[in-house]
């Protein structure tokens, strides 16, 4: 046991963790290739059998007339609210401060497209209706992002989503899917990715997240939208000649996973008690109602650092590669159920956490 | 033999094929990828060792200080002008009227960019010294082809490129360099790519052309133009979470093939004897300098396809599997030379070409 090892390095060497589908490696490529044969022909520019049968599956999951791949979700998404902003001839789009666009996309939705932001809801919550209706500059187009994954995956309720539909369609604004983690929701609202999307005019699906492809995403919509979005897939840089690397991929794993997405969920569920019991420390939402959380400790990134190392070299269970400070005595990291979360016997995983609220306790 | 089978079709069935380094399919992936471990560890959003070395392998080859990897050369280009642009403080740049930006990109650089373009030279030639000294309005930077695809891949001499380079530096113009085929036209020049480059603040190499990989592209410059570059490759949705499978590719197939663009250039030369001996034939240019060119028919497309679709048929030889009209009377298609083009024997070719030119003779 070194006292001096890192906490990534020490997560990196466990054998068991309660998080993700496994490592981010070639085999999970080489994987989804092995059932292919090698005279399959690529995609060629959007067009081809693999790229079309993938989208069509996708349309008809997400209950829209088209779907279109794109290489990035980051991309997808600044062309649906350019669609929707030069179709209305006004350049806003409304969305959560914590929204993807906002923090981790270098503004592109600005810098590229020239569209104005507004920021509704407070950072802590969702949107709720009344935020869309006390906008105080008109928007062409409001994004609304499920869950919201920086403030641990938290929905609003479905009515509400339901609510902001009509309100929405009623005042001309478009409202747009951020559904990176679309499908790992459907479990808490008892409902299919179509129903959810009829509330929407457009729907981004991430194909790396819950899914555990290795990239890509989904853009849905009318059949006019998606035209529209692949001339600017293409103005994007986008438009690969060969895009087939990520579509069969996506393909193969989310036939895998589509339907483990309540294994997940419940997962999630379970883990989060484990680590509510535990002192100093909570989950953000306490319930998930995703596979997704964040895990809060009112613990200094310094003292909880060496008490995970030596939880991680005693059980060989992972619970995260990072700490992320939020405070000086407090931090957090995220936690996304997989399929690595089922092969943890339940006897390890009250191990790790009797000894974890030991160590918290302690301090 | 059937006389309804199409070019493509007839094409697509031939056991050899003059251009190319065979078809784009799963193949080229699981190729690349059979000498690869399942547990490498992917790229992160631009870090990790499998995209760092390479860009850094890519950097050293192009002469530069750095170099970063693009899912796209329409990605990269667009940027590389912004970078320019912003720069200078100046919305404009110049490029040839077939430039890719003002042909193949739906007006990306303009419609996300804002930047206006000033068109060098007239389609039919390369752009000169003189071009460029009397630009109509001032431009931030200069894009040069090498070679100018649309035309058939022709090329500046050396000492063009070297005039144009000083006089650019002389007045504060940035000169970039689309060297999509760039590795292709070194045995014409009988330059390194370095040597070329050092002409260049910035330059883009495709890794799917005369190399062969997948898709993807690198853009190399300064340490301070590929910084910026990389938060614009963010903005445009390229910075995905995981590059490596063409990355990986564009790797194996770039250690495959950078020493063979001599093989290419010297067959392309053969092949356009053989087809400039044919009647109502020409490449252009005559004689490639690079491994690629441009043969055009005196003939009407609906004359031709026949014609080559029964020397596909008996010769088991595929020339090109379009035509494209340039008038009533009038066709061409593209040729690159790859790996392909040695595998045909010697006495097939003349068969060829004999059948060819006695057919096209008997119009």
Redesign the interface.
Known sequence: MSENKTLIQAFKETALKTNGHG????????EA?DR???????D?YGSGKVIEAFQEKMAKLLGKESAVF???????Q?IALRIWCDEKGLNRAAYHPLSHLEIH????IK???GIETVLLAEKERVITLEDIQNMKQEAAVVLLELPQREIGGQLPDFETLQAISAYCKEHGIKLHLDGARLLEVLPFYRKTAAEICSLFDSVYLSL?KGIGG??GAILAGSEAFIKASK??K?????????????I?SADYYYDLRADKMEQYYYGAKELAEHYNICEKVSTLPQVPVSNMFHVHYEVSKEDLEPILVEIYENTGVGLSGYLRETGDTSCYYEVSIGDLYETIPEEKLKEVFNTLNEKLKAI
């Open positions: 490592n981010r490696d070639a085999g999970v490529l080489k290739f292919i044969d090698y005279d399959m022909e690529s060629m794109f290489p990035s979700g980051t991309m997808a600044q996309e270098e503004d592109g810098e590229l497209h790396y290795i990239a001339v600017w293409r103005r994007h840089g986008g438009d690969l000649i060969s895009l087939y690397p990520y069969v």
